[in-house]
C-alpha cells in the first residue's frame, strides 16, 4: 500500500474549518521515521499489519464536499505533503472526533468544507485523479461528477462524526464499489442505494441550506425594524413609522420575501439540477401568492423537481437538433407552464387549507397546550443537535414567524441555546467527568450557546450520546416550556442572546435560559460519572 492514496469525502453544512497546523510539524519533524516505516511497508506487502508499531502510516486528507482525505504511507509523506493545502478541522466541532481518532491512527486530515460559507480547501483534479478511494458523508446532494471511476464511499454525516476509524478502514480496504457519473445530470449524487425517505431528507436540506440565509438576515432586520420603531404613531403601520424602522423593515420583508422561492427553488435544482431551479422559483413564488404558505413551497420544491426530471427523460427522445433549445427554451417554458397549472389547481387549494388551520390551530391554543408545545420543541432541539429532528423543529419556527407565532420562535432558539451552556456549566462545576481536554472548551461552548449554536455540543454528545444527550434533552424541554409559560415571543429567527432587545419579556427568557442549562448540567452530571483518570 505505499504508493496508494485514499481521497475520503466529508461534506459538513453551515460550519467553519480549523487550522490543524501543530499537526504538521509534528509529522515533518519526524518525517525520516516515516520514511524508514515506509520502507518496511513496502517489503511486507499484505503482511502490514503484523509489522505493529514499527510501522507508521500516514494520511494526507483533503476533504472535499463533506471531506476529501488522500492517504499516503510513510514513504510518500514527504512528496504527499507538498500536494496537501492545509491540515484542519472540518465543521469546526463537528469534525474534532473524525480529527482526535485520525491522530490516534497516526493520520493527518486536510479538511474541504462546502457549508453556508461556500467551499473551502478544494482539492485539485491532480489529487482526486491520485486518490485510490472516496467517501462521501453528505446530507445534500453534492457535485460528484468529478469522482467518476472512483471507489466511492456514501455515508450520512453523522458517520462521518461518529464512525471515523470504520470509514478509514473501509476506504484502506480497497472494497468500495466504483462511481459512475450520470453525465446528464452532474450535480447529482447516485441515489440507487439509497431509501426513499434518505433521498426526501436531501432534497429538502438543500432548499433549508440556502433557504436560511435569507430567513436569517431579512428577519433580524425585521425585528430591528419592530425595536427601533413607535408604537404610538399609528398602531396599524407599525414598524414603519419611522424612517429608520421603515428602512429595516422594507429591507427585511425584501430579503424574507425570497424564503418560500429560494426554498422550493433549490428542492427542485437538488432533484433536477439546473433546469428545475427556475419551475422551483416560481413554484415557491406561487405558493406564496397563494397562501399555501411553507407547506405549499416545500410541496412545490418536490413538484418542481420531479416534473422537470420527466421533462428530461420526455425531450430525451427529440432529434440531436434540439439539444441546444432544452435549458433556455423547453425545459423552462413547459416546466414553469405546468407547473402554474399545478399549483393552481392541485396544490394550493388544499395546502391553503391545512395551512390556515394550523395557523388557526396554534392561535387558539391555551396556556397548558402551548407549554407542551414548548417541552416538545425545545426537546427536539436537543435530541440530534443539527440532524433532522433539529432542523424538523427550526424550520417549523421559522415557518410560525411568517403567520405571526412568534413565541414558536422564541422557544426553537432556547432549546437550541441550552445544549453547549449545559455541558459548559457541567464542565465546569464537575470537572470530573471530564477529560482536561473537555474541560478547556467550557468557554467556547459558553459563546457558542449565547451565540444559538447547538452544534458546540456535538463533539460532546458523539463521544458520549447516552449520558451527554439526555441531559440536553430534558435541559431544553425545561427552557421551552418556561419560554411560552412566561410568554416570550421572538421575531427573529438566530440571533441567540444577541437579539435579546426584541424579545418580549427578556427578563423571563434569560431566566428560562438559565433554569434550562441548570437543569441539563444536573442531569448531566448524574448521568455522567467520574473518570477514573480524567487526564
Known amino acids: ?148 471511476g472512483k471507489p466511492v464511499i456514501q455515508v450520512k454525516v453523522a458517520d462521518g462524526i461518529n464512525k471515523a476509524e470504520e470509514l478509514i478502514n473501509q476506504a484502506l480496504s480497497g472494497n468500495a464499489p466504483i462511481y459512475h457519473s450520470d453525465h446528464a445530470v452532474t450535480a447529482q449524487s447516485d441515489e440507487s442505494g439509497e431509501s426513499v425517505g434518505r433521498q426526501i431528507y436531501k432534497h429538502l436540506m438543500n432548499g433549508v441550506s440556502h433557504m436560511l440565509p435569507f430567513v436569517i438576515g431579512g428577519g433580524i432586520l425585521i425585528a430591528l425594524a419592530f425595536l427601533f420603531d413607535d408604537y404610538t404613531i399609528d398602531p396599524s403601520n407599525f414598524g414603519k413609522n419611522t424612517e429608520l424602522a421603515a428602512f429595516f423593515k422594507t429591507a427585511g420583508d425584501t430579503a424574507f420575501n425570497f424564503m418560500l422561492p429560494v426554498l422550493s427553488g433549490y428542492i427542485a435544482m437538488s432533484i433536477a439540477d439546473r433546469p428545475g431551479l427556475a419551475v422551483g422559483f416560481v413554484g415557491g413564488a406561487l405558493a406564496s401568492a397563494g397562501n399555501s404558505g411553507f407547506l405549499g413551497a416545500l410541496v412545490a420544491g418536490f413538484a418542481a423537481g420531479y416534473l422537470v426530471h420527466g421533462l428530461r427523460k420526455l425531450f430525451d427522445h427529440l432529434p440531436d437538433a434540439f439539444e441546444g433549445l432544452k435549458p433556455v427554451l423547453l425545459y423552462p417554458f413547459f416546466g414553469i407552464l405546468l407547473m402554474a397549472v399545478l399549483m393552481a389547481f392541485i396544490i394550493n387549494p388544499p395546502v391553503a387549507a391545512i395551512n390556515n388551520g394550523l395557523t388557526d390551530f396554534l392561535n387558539s391554543m391555551g396556556g397548558s397546550s402551548k407549554i ?164
Open 1 to 148: 500500500m505505499a504508493n496508494k492514496i485514499i481521497d475520503a469525502t466529508l461534506r459538513f453544512v453551515d460550519d467553519f474549518t480549523k487550522p490543524m497546523n501543530k499537526a504538521l510539524g509534528t509529522m515533518a519533524r519526524h518525517s525520516s521515521e516515516f520514511t524508514k516505516a515506509g520502507k518496511n511497508i513496502t517489503k511486507t506487502g499484505k503482511n502490514i499489519q503484523k509489522v505493529g508499531s514499527s510501522l507508521t502510516k500516514t494520511a494526507t486528507v483533503p476533504i472535499v464536499g463533506m471531506g476529501v482525505a488522500a492517504v499516503k504511507t510513510a514513504a510518500d509523506f514527504e512528496s504527499g505533503m507538498s500536494k496537501v493545502q492545509s491540515i484542519s478541522g472540518a465543521s469546526g466541532k463537528n469534525m474534532g472526533k473524525l480529527t482526535e481518532k485520525a491522530k490516534e491512527m497516526g493520520i493527518t486530515i486536510k479538511v474541504e468544507t462546502d457549508g453556508s460559507g461556500g467551499t473551502k480547501n478544494a482539492p485539485s483534479a491532480k489529487e482526486i485523479e491520485e486518490c485510490e478511494a472516496i467517501i462521501v458523508a453528505a446530507d445534500k446532494n453534492i457535485e460528484m461528477a468529478r469522482f467518476n
Open 372 to 535: 407542551l408545545l414548548g417541552t416538545l420543541l425545545g426537546a427536539m432541539m436537543a435530541v440530534d443537535m443539527g440532524g433532522p429532528i433539529n432542523k424538523a423543529a427550526y424550520v417549523f419556527g421559522t415557518a410560525s414567524i411568517t403567520s405571526g407565532n412568534y413565541d414558536i420562535m422564541a422557544a426553537v432558539m432556547i432549546g437550541g441555546m441550552v445544549p453547549p451552556l449545559a455541558i459548559a456549566l457541567a464542565t465546569f462545576f464537575f470537572k470530573n467527568r471530564f477529560t482536561k481536554k473537555e474541560q478547556q472548551t467550557t468557554l467556547t461552548n459558553v459563546i457558542m450557546g449565547f451565540s444559538f449554536i447547538t452544534e458546540g455540543a456535538i463533539p460532546f454528545a458523539a463521544s458520549d450520546p447516552l449520558h451527554i444527550i439526555p441531559g440536553c434533552v430534558v435541559g431544553s424541554g425545561i427552557a421551552g416550556a418556561l419560554s411560552m409559560a412566561f410568554g416570550c415571543t421572538l421575531m427573529a429567527p438566530h440571533g441567540g442572546i444577541f437579539v435579546i432587545g426584541v424579545i418580549s419579556n427578556p427578563f423571563g427568557y434569560l431566566a428560562a435560559l438559565i433554569i434550562g442549562s441548570i437543569a441539563g448540567m444536573l442531569v448531566l452530571s448524574v448521568l455522567k460519572k467520574p473518570l477514573k483518570n480524567n487526564s
